[in-house]
């Protein structure tokens, strides 16, 4: 399995984010409880959150993140996956 940090950039105005966000934040809570998740919360001073998985690959990682409630709203504007090698913290040997 391999680590990947993701960022999301949102699209949508902060009303249409709070409307989902519960929806959201349910989706994320049972990746966490599936071991996909490993972190994730939005960044402060701008629309946008950090999310670190654990996946088989890119494609299924991209795939899974289809799922996502904002995503399926249309709020999220841009999202960037990277696979990312942490060598010091809780997700080294991940």
């Known amino acids: ?23 959201h934040r349910e989706w994320l809570k049972a990746q966490f409880e599936l071991g996909a998740l490993l972190a994730s919360g939005p960044i402060i001073d701008r629309p946008s959150a950090l999310l670190i ?10 795939a899974l993140l289809d799922q996502d409630p904002f995503d399926v709203a249309g709020l999220i504007g841009e999202r960037v996956i990277e696979e990312w090698n942490p060598i010091y913290g809780p997700f080294e040997n991940s």
Do not use: Q
């Open 53 to 62: 998985f654990k996946s088989a690959s890119i494609e299924e990682l991209s």
């Open 1 to 23: 399995m391999s680590i990947f940090a993701v960022t999301y950039n949102y699209s949508g105005d902060s009303d249409e984010l709070s409307a989902i966000r519960p929806t």
